[in-house]
């Protein structure tokens, strides 16, 4: 029946220090995904100062080209201000000749740097072969170096066994969006061929 004051709070504060020490790598330059990739592409990636103070003492930026199994290291030796960008190249180069998906990881190497999440970027990388023609694939033995992309992709490569999709034109296996089942909702995919160079081609024709 009384009411009192109730619950009180005084002299809160919340006390700290900045991080001033952190870099990372923020993106993948290059290569980009093209036809005729050689074993000597030039790999450059945005190396970001995300902490509160100037960088002057250098670190290893480094690059992988099979998940982190090896990496490329060399070193960054600029000065880069807080917040600041700078795109970094690589001047080992890498080789892309080989066709398949490369799993590509960068990582940042800095003494003492306080917030690690930020160091490393993974990256998916497709190398598409170029192919001469004529060219023929019923895609038995192999995907053929087809690469499924897009949004909310349902494709897949093998035996189809779906309801309406439950066999191949030729042999059992062929490219499918989902070999099981339905496509996925607010699907937008697409399957990207190997690389053909038709210039020397007359009335060249597609067939599926």
Same mark, same amino acid.
Do not use: M, R
């Given at each position: 029946? %009384?009411?009192?004051? !109730? ?7 919340? =006390? ?7 870099? !990372? ?5 290059? #290569? ?5 990739? %050689?074993?000597?592409? %030039? ?8 902490? !509160?103070? =100037? ?7 480094? +690059? $992988?080209?099979?998940?982190? *199994? ?32 490369? $799993? ?6 800095? %003494? ?7 160091? =490393?970027?993974?990256?998916?990388? +497709?190398?598409?072969?170029?192919? *001469?023609? #004529? +060219? ?6 192999? *995907?053929?170096?087809?690469? *499924?992309?897009?949004?909310?992709? $349902?494709?897949?490569? !093998? ?12 042999? =059992? ?16 995919? +697409?399957?990207? $061929? #190997? ?14």
């Amino acid at each position: 029946s %009384t009411e009192y004051g !109730g619950w009180n709070i005084d002299n809160f504060a919340i =006390t700290g220090d900045f991080i001033a020490a952190d870099v !990372g790598v923020k993106a993948f330059v290059e #290569p980009i995904s093209k036809c005729g990739l %050689t074993n000597t592409e %030039t790999v450059k990636v945005i190396v970001k100062n995300y902490g !509160g103070a =100037t960088v002057s003492t250098p670190f290893n930026v480094s +690059y $992988s080209l099979n998940g982190g *199994a090896s990496f490329v290291n060399e070193s960054f030796t600029s000065s880069i201000a807080s917040e600041e960008e700078v795109e970094f190249t690589f001047t080992t180069k890498a080789d892309f000749s080989l066709p398949g998906l490369k $799993s590509l990881v960068f990582k940042t190497g800095l %003494t003492n740097d306080e917030d690690l999440s930020n160091n =490393t970027l993974n990256a998916s990388f +497709y190398v598409f072969p170029q192919v *001469a023609f #004529p +060219y023929n694939t019923s895609f038995e033995s192999s *995907a053929a170096y087809w690469n *499924a992309s897009g949004h909310n992709s $349902s494709w897949q490569w !093998g035996v189809p066994k779906a309801t309406l999709i439950n066999k191949a034109s030729v042999g =059992t296996k062929a490219w499918v969006t989902n070999l099981s089942a339905s496509y996925q909702n607010g699907e937008l995919s +697409y399957l990207e $061929s #190997p690389c053909f160079d038709l210039s020397a081609a007359e009335y060249p024709v597609l067939a599926f």
